[in-house]
């Protein structure tokens, strides 16, 4: 008989469903009164979407980067840091604004490896087009940290495409007879079925690329982190129109993106397998080490969810711009109970289930 | 010949001359064009006080905590992250709103322990009237972490009472023949000859407390610390209108404090050391250890500038509180260059330095 877990293991920090369990039953209930019933059309708290929102306009987020190593093939945890924030605050609909840096810095951490991680938060905050206004700096005993710990938080302004964007798309849902809720944001929760979903690009870069270099696999060669800002992506899929949800794909990659559309918006998705776009190292490394390319972390790929009739549009508009090049449409949403189906290559059906603990730790 | 240092040494986050220089050379610079001249009437980045401000009205703040051990007498590092937040921002005039939440957790961590301080964060929130809207958890592997590292972001809206407050102030300036900035925020370079500087409390408490519960020297059955969310005590020092100023006294402690508002401020601040409440414990063990008890570091103290003639208001409106309520005035602001002047018990004068490194690393 299993008692109760009694400490902290490293699936509880890997955005599945482990991860879920731990938050809801040790962190979120002590740290405040959860809200019972309507959640109403901001981004609440309980919602658990990428950003929050403050007041009518404002989009809040945070981020703890714990990457090992600290530079990898195609970025290193200074300009993670600023797009992971960047891309939380895009995907809900909002316009980066603001960047605050928490540097936690181990004793004996090489100054030259400091100052080059220092240059990559300004270029990235400059690319992204953000500014960092404020931070923090401890330094802590050799062995408290592993070389660095960097927390960024940010906040955003409601992108003044997003209103414009959400009323053609709630325009055409009643024109289609379909209606719902009505968010001022793109929620998680807000998928229809009907909806069209675009993935921007290859799946599992990221993860594949830093697990590989970290352990000396050899697939950092041909595989490099896909690392980059995806607001100027979300911003063209807006004046497209059509869109009501985006969502970047991070821990728990693909698999963990669309579960937490489909059990948030109770629909089914249904996605078509052999639309999905793997590098081929990528799906070799996966073979070779038993990893599912759907669970592995991105930090440049972005899931949109947009209303029938629109999709074409936007796909053009992600496709015109390099970091959405090589989107495609993978599927759409489905009446149903909140699960993610695949169709098989051999024409079948199989769940795509939520990542319960952590394939590949540290690469965010 | 020395040469350049190539390594981060522990003084380097300590909040004192050590870090301002690593600060300068190797982090920001890098991180973003810093402005020339003018920083204008808001909290430019360049000022580097405790939080920055956002458009007209926002303030934004964030800092990371590495305090070890995780539970001390009077706190833990969940009531400690946000106070400390919440304090960042009260004392540049905002009202506290929403925290943004990262914890990275070491794996094996107590799951019991980490629940405790969930709710230390939850009824901390609740204390100082702030909700925790969003957050970010990850684990590392045993040694990545020492226990945990949480970092708090803070965003606060202008507080109502400071326009007023600070035109009370400037009309009293403008009678008294002084002119300046007239900057819209409580700023770390708006102190003026004539203000005076009032102590909320005794100093040292926390950082003496913490060092002494982790090294078994015993003093912690005397002292707590004394941790706690500094923004009822400013919101009533602005009620009574006058103060243009505040800062709480963290790293570095008073000395630190003191030294940033006469460097930035361009006076010196004559001090009267008599007059600086310290414990008897907290000075024994400061004797005992050699540690200079204004270079130790609070989570509950604050100084305040008050225009000439608004100073017993002030004092009474601030003593009128629990947090406050051994408030002492204890010197004023004086035409100079930017040093701290402790006018000491046999009447005598010597500077009180700038900390240079950490007295007593991981506290905060």
Redesign the interface.
Known sequence: MAGR??????????GGEL?RR??SR???P???ETAFGDLGDGLH?DLLDD??S?GDD?A???????I?PLEFPGGDIGGLSIFGTVNDLAVVGAKP??I?????????????L??RI??S??SA?KKADV???????????K????GM?I?T?G?GWRHELLSPCLERSWDMRLVSGKVGRRPRWLRDDSVMPGDHIILSGHIGDHGISVLSFREGYGFETEVRSDVAPMNRLIEEAMRAGGIVASKDLTRGGLAGGLNEWASKSRCDLLIDETLLPVREPVRSACDMLGLDPYEIGNEGKVIISVVDGFEDEVLRAVRSLEEGKEAVIIGQAVKGSGKVVLRTEVGGKRFMDPPYG?PV??I?
């Open positions: 877990k009694e400490r902290i293991e490293m699936g509880d920090g890997a991860m731990m938050l040790t962190v979120l002590n740290i405040r708290p950003s929050a403050v404002l809040f987020t945070i981020d703890g980067h714990t090992w604004r603001a605050a840096l928490s540097m936690v810095l181990e004793e004996g951490l090489d100054l030259q400091l100052e220092s240059r938060i300004g905050a500014t960092v206004v404020t931070g923090d700096t401890k330094v802590v005993e062995g408290g940290v592993k710990v927390a938080a906040i952590d730790p540290r965010c």
